[in-house]
């Protein structure tokens, strides 16, 4: 089945150490999210790539950096994670500005 | 920017029920969706309006959508268990979806 897989599903950290959420999709779709949502909040837009493009949300830190590839790959680095970075990190993908589709997420624990 | 407020913020009901949440947003826009989220998970598309749209029905879903108030909501009927989780609105801006603050559902069997 087509599908945004995120790897890992749990990743624990520790504070100042750079760490590196992958996503990748099957759906062969131009655009690739990532947004951080924090516990019992909205998701909320980081960053996202219109094909090659990159378009950085204007209040996105930037200890938070992404990197796509190729079409099928989009990756989270987090160069000095603080404790306020845990939080859960959602993948999505979609056709130019059609539905968005998401994965599982990859929830981040700062130690 | 966060776009939508939805209410109420948590809704417990029994099964068989019908649950109806509310959204509201603040500018115009092209289209409204609702999304579901389980616990620890990741968010599932419900339903996706357009903006010359009033009403749109998917299974036991019906949305509706008011762009004089900027307002929409969903409704589930009768209610199972297994549809206890988040509801988020989600309106579009360009490429980008902008969430709503979510509504927490719990279905009691």
């Known amino acids: 089945d087509a599908m945004v897989i995120q790897n890992p599903r749990y990743q624990v950290t520790q504070f100042g150490k750079p760490v590196t959420l992958s996503c990748s999709q099957t759906l062969n779709h131009n655009v690739m999210y990532w947004y951080q949502q924090k516990s019992s909040q909205a998701p909320k837009l980081l960053f996202h790539?219109?094909?090659?493009?990159?378009?950085n949300e204007a209040d996105t830190p930037d200890n938070f950096q992404s990197r796509r590839p190729n079409t099928s790959f989009c990756f989270l680095d987090i160069r000095s994670p603080g404790l306020g970075d845990a939080a859960m990190y959602l993948c999505?993908?979609?056709?130019?500005?059609?539905?968005?589709?998401f994965g599982p997420g990859t929830r981040l624990t700062v130690l | 920017s966060q776009q939508g407020e939805e209410d109420p913020q948590a809704l417990s009901i029994q099964e068989g029920e019908n649950a109806t949440m509310n959204c509201s947003y603040k500018?115009?826009?092209?289209?409204l969706q609702w999304y579901r989220q389980n616990s620890g998970r990741g968010l599932v598309h419900l339903i996706l309006i357009r903006s010359n749209e009033r009403e749109k029905h998917s299974g036991r879903l019906r949305v509706t959508l008011d762009t004089s108030k900027k307002s929409s909501s969903l409704l589930i009927t009768a209610s199972r268990a297994a549809d206890t989780a988040s509801y988020f609105c989600a309106t579009d801006e360009g490429n980008k979806l902008i969430f709503g603050t979510g509504t927490l559902l719990a279905v009691q069997p």
């Open positions: 999505a993908t979609s056709r130019d500005e059609e539905e968005q589709f």
């Open positions: 790539y219109y094909d090659k493009d990159f378009n």
């Open positions: 500018t115009s826009i092209n289209n």
